[in-house]
């Protein structure tokens, strides 16, 4: 990631609560956690508006339904044990 040195203008009690609410130790760090968490919405916005406008068709649907076995390859974690009995 290519880092530029700039000057801008900010309201200083927003980047405090920025770095107050992301653990940020820098301006720089809470400005860029901002920026990354803004186009990460907006991302997000806009898939969210893509899948509304072409919602799944049936088989789309139906191949979301199919029963599929899920193995993760961590037979040699105990999980009852870490977070006690399953459904």
Do not use: C, N, Q, W
């Amino acid at each position: 990631m290519v880092r530029e040195k700039v000057t801008i203008t900010l309201d200083r009690a927003k980047v405090r609560s920025v770095m107050t609410l992301s653990s940020s130790r820098s301006m720089s760090d809470a400005i860029d956690r901002a920026l990354d968490r803004f186009i990460d919405d907006a991302e997000l916005r806009r898939d969210v508006a893509a899948y509304v406008r072409h919602p799944l068709d049936d088989d789309e649907a139906t191949l979301g339904a199919l029963p599929v076995r899920l193995d993760l390859g961590d037979d040699d974690v105990d999980y009852e044990m870490l977070y006690g009995e399953g459904e």
